[in-house]
């Protein structure tokens, strides 16, 4: 299986601040990564597929990069609704795995 | 409006079962590959199953053995069989659309299931 480890486990944060999460893959998975959004109480929602593609409705402000096996998902310039849980996926083979999440805090 | 609604959630005796449904709507639902994702009280996001069109499926190891997936296309419809519930099954259980590109999108509001004597 794939491991994916995300990192840090958790950021503290101010609004306007800039903001990047980092996933590693275990292995090379091209570029079959997904970023997601979770806020408490709510479904995930998609914001980055194909490790650099912004998910239509997605705010501009959020980008991915990276190939191989490591990516990196960055907010622009956080705003208070962006306060959340940020999750990577690979697609490359099946199991599916997940990161282990980034809980994106206010300072 | 793409919509995804799960329902078939409650509580379980450990050993027994449950099934998950998960009704779509807004989309032309035979033309997608289906998943279902479940999220421990607390944890992290966990796959577990994938159904394509053509009833092609995988299962996580975790579940493998117990867990069923179907889909009924004509009732624009997935399911989740699950037997043998184990405590650590306890979850919140997300159907998720896959449109194309090895990615979940959307997600059902999730249908809560619990485990527990």
């Known amino acids: 299986d794939i491991q994916m480890t995300q990192s840090p486990s958790s950021v503290s944060a101010s609004v306007g601040d800039r903001v990047t999460i980092t996933c590693r893959a275990s292995q090379d998975i091209a570029n079959w990564l997904a970023w997601y959004q979770q806020k408490p109480g709510q479904a995930p929602t998609l914001l980055i597929y194909?490790?650099?593609s912004l998910h239509s409705g997605a705010p501009s402000r959020f980008s991915g990069s990276g190939s191989g096996t490591d990516f990196t998902l960055t907010i622009g310039s956080l705003q208070p609704e962006d306060f959340a849980t940020y999750y990577c996926q690979q697609g490359h083979s099946f199991p599916r795995t997940f990161g282990g999440g980034t809980k994106v805090e206010i300072k | 409006e793409v919509q995804l609604v799960e329902s078939g959630g409650g509580l379980v005796q450990p050993g027994g079962s449950l099934r998950l449904s998960c009704a779509a709507s807004?989309?032309?639902?035979?033309?997608?590959?289906m998943n279902w994702v479940r999220q421990a009280p607390g944890k992290g996001l966990e796959w577990i199953s994938y159904i394509t069109r053509s009833n092609t499926i995988y299962y996580a190891d975790s579940v493998k053995g117990r867990f069923t997936v179907s889909r009924d296309n004509a009732k624009n419809s997935l399911y989740l069989q699950m037997n043998s519930l184990r405590a650590e099954d306890t979850a919140v259980y997300y159907c998720?659309?896959?449109?194309?590109?090895?990615?979940?999108?959307?997600w059902g509001q999730g249908t809560l299931v619990t485990v527990s004597s």
């Open positions: 807004g989309f032309t639902f035979s033309n997608f590959n």
């Open positions: 998720a659309r896959d449109p194309s590109g090895r990615r979940f999108d959307p």
């Open positions: 194909a490790a650099s």
